[in-house]
């Protein structure tokens, strides 16, 4: 039965590359630089926007928010605020933002703050556009296939690339069941990409968003199939930035160098990773965002080195050659590059204050954890090794194990 499950899934994901290779995979326009977020209006006017709706957590809503108000009032462009986004949005606010947007006549959303208000803002978006279809029911691929309004993305992270990907990852706040809409309608069409945003941001997010980036990265990099040559190098290149660059914007907010070259990266990991999938990873990652409220970046962080050490010889080889792109290790053996860039992983992950495991998992939700993880993972995510329900166990056991 693992073997026929594993021959479908495969032949799933081969037939979706050779779909996808037929589809028209659009970047987000982007904005750079210190005090790009004050250019927001006029491409809003350049689009005819009159009224748009602002997405942001509290703390942006309070912090960076005022700076976008001014710049909208000062080009005569009308707006209202939803600041209520918290990490891992639920389909509760999503439900929230598409009612003002629609009370208030808006016609574009400005999404501002880490992937969960850009997350929410696409979610809502999409019911926008799709009003007869709840955020459930667009759980999965292309169920949007609506043009949404103007959509200017701007992450005050360096991490989830929500400002150029296909998903809204939404948690349903009463199952607390966490999944992915995923349509390429919901691509943003700007993102300013502005380093002053992600100045203030703590040690802490700046580590954990930027690792979520890595993770992007890695997982779009070592997948078996739908791989391009494009999706192939922007994930060598947002590696090798991340490696460079990551401590530097953690050790020092006011780098305004990495903190921008950290921007790029994660917006090359997030086309990465939108044009080819993630993998096991994400989906471990997932059920412990919508379980526990675990921030998404942290996740992923913690749970990396372990499932690439769960993959073994399988990604020896690109781990290899990633470990002599980052200068970990440019001589031996493919297994001994591949495993001294794991454990840099760790040992980044130590350096900025990172766990090693989770002691929070309660073991009586690790089969509703593995059937969810499954379920989200296949057949669609073309993962170097498919898991079964024991594999993704063992995975979930080593992250309370190492805790």
Known sequence: MEALKRAYYRGYQKAFDI?????YWRKPITITGEGAIVKAPELFAKNGNKKVIIVTGRTVG????????????????????????SANPTVKVVNEIQKMYLENNCDGFLAIGGGSPLDAAKGAAARVVRPNKSVNNMAGIFKVMHKIPTFVAVP???????ETTIAAVITDEETHHKYAIMDLFLVPKYAILDPELTRNLPPKTTATTGMDALTHAIEAYISWTINTKETIRLAEEATVAIFKYLERAYNDGNDMEARQEMLI???KAGFAFTRVGVGNIHAIAHTLGGLYNTPHGLANAVILPIVLEEYGSVIYEKLAHLAGLTGVMTTGTDEEKAKAFIAEIRAMNKRMGIPTGFDHIQPEHIPQMTEWALKECNPLYPVPVVFNKARTAKVINRIISEA
């Open 156 to 162: 005050t992270t360096a991490g989830t690339g929500s």
């Open 62 to 85: 309070k912090t960076i928010a005022p700076i976008a108000k001014e710049a909208l009032e000062k080009a005569g462009i009308e707006y209202v605020h939803y600041s209520e986004v």
């Open 19 to 23: 779909g996808a290779r037929l589809l």
């Open 265 to 267: 990266a994660s917006y």
